[in-house]
Structures are given as structure tokens and as C-alpha cells.
């Protein structure tokens, strides 16, 4: 087996089938939001790149909001490495951790405010924060400033 394939197809097919959207942090997270009034897309793509989409994005706002897997994108907390095809995997988790900080960079480059929480961190406390940002964002757009 080379370090550029998954240990086994069972192993392959069982990752494949994680939940890519729709995730119960996510899900958690706007139903807070919409409880409070807030209006947002869901996996919106990011504009100018392909295969890249924000979890939750107000567009008016530019503010785009990620709730990132402890395992898929390195939790320096709660992540955890596979020992099976090692390699492999710690090849294909960097890829992710990349790929995250490119689409952030992209974004604030565009003018987009970036909001990264961890699924583990508590959906209300997640709320408030992207709930203050999206204030913020509006009310400097409504004022005309850049931000």
C-alpha cells in the first residue's frame, strides 16, 4: 500500500460517508441564529474559488462562518491521529489545515470577515460571537466604512 492510498476500502467508504454539511454543530448554531433574527445562506460558495463552500455566510455582511471537525481540520485540543496508514492520513489532514488557512486568507483578501470555531466549542457562545460580528459588519457598511 502506497502513503497515497487509505488503508482499506472499508475504511475509505466509512469516512467518505461523514457528514460533510448539516452537521449537529452547525445545525445547533443556526437555530440560534435564526431564533434571533439573523438571516444567512447555508454552504455558500466562496467566491472566485472552486470546490469551497462557508458553512454559514451573510452575504450583505460579508461575514462567513466555519464550524471546523476536531479531526478533519487539526484541533490542537482534540484531534487525533490515526496509527493504521499513518502517513497517509497526516499527509491528507495537512492538505485540510492548508486548504483551510488558503480559503481564509482568500476571503479577508476579498473583504470578508472569517469567524473558525471548533465543533466542540458550545453553539450559544458561537452564536454571540458571529451575532456581534454581523452587528458590527452592518453597522460600519451602514455608516460606509470599510472594515
Request: hydrophobic share 35%; net charge positive.
Amino acid at each position: 500500500m502506497s502513503p497515497a492510498e487509505p488503508s482499506s476500502p472499508s475504511v475509505s467508504a466509512r469516512m467518505s460517508r461523514q457528514a460533510r454539511r448539516d452537521t449537529a454543530p452547525e445545525v445547533a448554531v443556526r437555530k440560534l441564529l435564526h431564533a434571533s433574527g439573523y438571516r444567512y445562506r447555508l454552504n455558500e460558495r466562496v467566491p472566485h474559488m472552486s470546490r469551497r463552500t462557508i458553512d454559514i455566510a451573510f452575504t450583505r455582511s460579508k461575514v462567513a462562518v466555519f464550524l471546523d471537525g476536531c479531526f478533519w481540520h487539526g484541533c490542537p485540543d482534540h484531534a487525533t491521529q490515526p496509527k493504521a496508514n499513518a502517513e497517509w492520513w497526516r499527509q491528507k489532514l495537512d492538505k485540510n489545515m492548508a486548504r483551510d488557512a488558503e480559503t481564509t486568507a482568500h476571503l479577508v483578501a476579498e473583504g470578508w470577515t472569517v469567524l473558525r470555531f471548533w465543533e466542540h466549542q458550545p453553539p450559544i457562545e458561537v452564536a454571540k460571537v458571529v451575532e456581534e460580528a454581523v452587528d458590527r459588519e452592518r453597522a460600519a457598511r451602514r455608516n460606509g466604512e470599510q472594515t
